[in-house]
């Protein structure tokens, strides 16, 4: 024999509302979105080692480059590193993926500068530094995020009882 509970069809259905809303409480794209735009403003810097006369071949060329020291992120006469830094979202947008993505000459370039393995060129990290200095902010944003998605759940499940 069966019976009937009244209020759990609605709390079941708040229920199911509030797991909605959790999904996205963590907000994986602005996260990495933000930790993209960091790492682009940190290539974007001017360097702080040896300058350097170039060859102004192209219209709004800079005369002089500056490169990087050692410890510094790696400077760019041309900014192809800088607009090959991107951020890619799972299909489950669960979690995303922030480095540099391009052709294979501008990544493994990124990969030698970021760890130094070639001992022709030294170890200019941007990608870990830069994610270190942004984690509170990330933190932040995650929490703040999480904290509105409860307070929507709670409304939720508060409304679902009344009406119970």
């Given at each position: 024999?069966?019976s009937r509970i009244d209020g759990v069809d609605v709390?079941?259905?708040?229920?199911?509302?509030?797991?909605?809303?959790?999904?996205?409480?963590?907000?994986?794209?602005?996260?990495a979105s933000t930790l993209r735009q960091a790492i682009?403003?940190?290539?974007?810097?001017?360097?702080?080692?040896?300058?350097?006369?170039?060859?102004?071949?192209?219209?709004?060329?800079?005369?002089?480059?500056?490169?990087?020291?050692?410890?510094?992120?790696?400077?760019?006469?041309?900014?192809?590193?800088?607009?090959?830094?991107?951020?890619?979202?799972?299909?489950?947008?669960?979690a995303a993926t922030v480095g540099v993505h391009g052709?294979?000459?501008?990544?493994?370039?990124?990969?030698?500068?970021?760890?130094?393995?070639?001992?022709?060129?030294?170890?200019?990290?941007?990608?870990?530094?830069?994610?270190?200095?942004?984690?509170?902010?990330?933190?932040?944003?995650?929490?703040?995020?999480?904290?509105?998605?409860?307070?929507?759940?709670?409304?939720?499940?508060?409304?679902?009882?009344?009406?119970?």
């Amino acid at each position: 024999m069966a019976s009937r509970i009244d209020g759990v069809d609605v709390t079941l259905k708040a229920l199911k509302s509030v797991n909605r809303s959790l999904k996205g409480a963590v907000p994986v794209a602005a996260m990495a979105s933000t930790l993209r735009q960091a790492i682009r403003e940190k290539l974007q810097e001017e360097g702080h080692g040896r300058t350097y006369r170039t060859k102004k071949s192209w219209p709004g060329a800079k005369r002089y480059y500056t490169a990087s020291t050692l410890g510094h992120p790696p400077a760019s006469p041309t900014g192809n590193l800088r607009r090959a830094v991107s951020s890619r979202l799972n299909p489950d947008k669960t979690a995303a993926t922030v480095g540099v993505h391009g052709s294979r000459g501008v990544a493994a370039l990124a990969q030698i500068l970021e760890d130094g393995r070639n001992p022709r060129v030294a170890a200019r990290p941007f990608v870990i530094p830069t994610f270190e200095h942004e984690k509170p902010r990330l933190e932040r944003l995650a929490v703040r995020r999480a904290e509105r998605a409860v307070l929507k759940a709670q409304q939720l499940l508060d409304g679902s009882g009344k009406q119970a």
